[in-house]
């Protein structure tokens, strides 16, 4: 099984920038799709975006549309997630997922889509 660990959390100002990072090990990194999450606190962990094994489909969650991209080297079996014009409301532990299995999803994924997870990262955004 896929063992998955995100960095490049923090503290940013509204407005600002961060990527985040998930390195993945133990595991063939192409035979995944992938996936990042967030939970805010005292709610539910939300899906973010997810991407295809070759990086050539994306899914993006409505509210992080045009501001957030997540991409992928499989050279360096890493996936990223770019966050842009971060808002307050995008604070959140971010959640790094596994899927295994090239097959695309038909629909927007959902949390039980994934089966490895990494221990997440804050992202803390201030007004």
């Known amino acids: 099984q896929v063992q998955l660990v995100e960095s490049g959390g923090g503290l940013v100002q509204a407005g600002g920038s961060l990527r985040l990072s998930c390195a993945a090990s133990?595991?063939?990194?192409?035979?995944?799709?992938m996936g990042w999450f967030r939970q805010a606190p005292g709610k539910e962990r939300d899906f973010v975006a997810a991407?295809?094994?070759?990086?050539?489909?994306?899914y993006h969650a409505d509210s992080v549309k045009g501001r957030i991209t997540i991409s992928r080297d499989n050279a360096k079996n890493t996936v990223y997630l770019q966050m842009n014009s971060l808002k307050v409301e995008d604070t959140a532990v971010y959640y790094c997922?596994?899927?295994?299995?090239?097959?695309?999803?038909?629909?927007?994924?959902?949390?039980?889509?994934?089966?490895?997870w990494g221990q997440g990262t804050q992202v803390i955004v201030s007004s």
């Open positions: 133990g595991g063939t990194f192409s035979s995944y799709i």
């Open positions: 991407i295809s094994w070759n990086g050539g489909s994306t």
């Open positions: 997922a596994a899927r295994w299995g090239r097959s695309w999803l038909a629909r927007t994924p959902t949390q039980t889509d994934f089966g490895s």
